[in-house]
């Protein structure tokens, strides 16, 4: 049986990413570039900057993928992109270059949302997984509490009312000084303070639907 091949791309915020899977879930590459001394000085991502720097890396990644893997364009039967959420000015940079591929070296495109690759990750960290299942997803944009009932059949049941916890820890870290990104260094600090300090309680609004309460501005 011939081996399946996908080239993943990824731009959905300030890192561009390019991966390539053979079959299920076997990881043969997965290249990034980091963006995060670039936004660093302005305390948090600049939507401009950051497309325009995608601009400047998704096609070195791209060829270094097929170059480290000792593929070709004509290897590849599927390229996978991000489609949202995400920034859009970013997002565009990645769909533009997946569709000069599939145009150009005739190979099918699908767009793939950015939350759902999240959860899929799990299945090339956890080979046996199967769904169904609960996730919790916790990204820097997102936070989710999602039924998987299927490989393509989801339910979300839970998340924010306000802010994701990753955007939060930014907010949190510029406002006293601790820089980008904020949710390293907040959470080195939460292990030196006193976890009984404050008596934080739950707070369900919704009977029959789960609500995160995250940083209120």
Known sequence: MKDFYTMGIETSCDDSSVAILKNDREVLVNLISSQIDIHKIFGGVVPEIASRKHLEAINPLIEKAL????LSYKDIDLISVTKGPGLIGSLLVGISAAKAL???ANIPMI???HMQGHICANYLSNKDLKPPFISLVVSGGHTYLVKVNGYTDYEI???TRDDAAGESYDKIARSIGLGYPGGPKIDKLAKEGNKDAIDFPRIMLEKKFIRF???RT
Do not use: A, E
Not at 67 to 70: A, E, G
């Open 157 to 159: 049941i839970g998340t």
């Open 67 to 70: 170059l480290d893997t000792n």
């Open 213 to 215: 309460f995250i940083f």
């Open 102 to 104: 599939s145009l150009s």
């Open 111 to 113: 767009g793939t949302n």
